[in-house]
Nanobody, 122 residues
Framework: QVQLVESGGGLVQTGGSLRLSCSSS????????IGWFRRTPGKEREFVAA????????YIPESVRGRFSIFRDNAKNTVDLQMNSLTRDDTAVYYC???????????????WGQGTQVTVSK
């Protein structure tokens, strides 16, 4: 098992940037693919990024490609999501999750953090 904690959320203006972090303790963290998802009221949870165990493979959907990027540091047990050129449509609760496969499908992820709120102002 792995326990995940998100941090870095907050309020940012349109066009600004924000960096979120997913962290965990223990050696098991490096064994998992880590993904980021987001959820807003009235919408399904949306996949935004994933990274493989070594950090050498990433999966970014077209909806955010070019604006979002993902990095991991297994020595620190962290995976970061860098978000640039933010718009109000990016406002959501952002979650990190752990999987045994590189996937953008929610049900492929076994463990989830509690989420961190990102609000993009007008």
């Amino acid at each position: 098992q792995v326990q995940l904690v998100e941090s870095g959320g907050g309020l940012v203006q349109t066009g600004g940037s924000l960096r979120l972090s997913c962290s965990s303790s223990g050696r098991a963290f490096a064994e998992y693919i880590i993904g980021w998802f987001r959820r807003t009221p009235g919408k399904e949870r949306e996949f935004v990024a994933a990274i493989n165990r070594s950090g050498g493979g990433i999966y970014i959907p077209e909806s955010v490609r070019g604006r979002f990027s993902i990095f991991r540091d297994n020595a620190k047990n962290t995976v970061d999501l860098q978000m640039n050129s933010l718009t109000r449509d990016d406002t959501a609760v952002y979650y990190c999750a752990a999987s045994t496969v590189l996937s953008g499908t929610e049900n492929k992820y076994d463990y989830w953090g509690q989420g961190t709120q990102v609000t993009v102002s007008k």
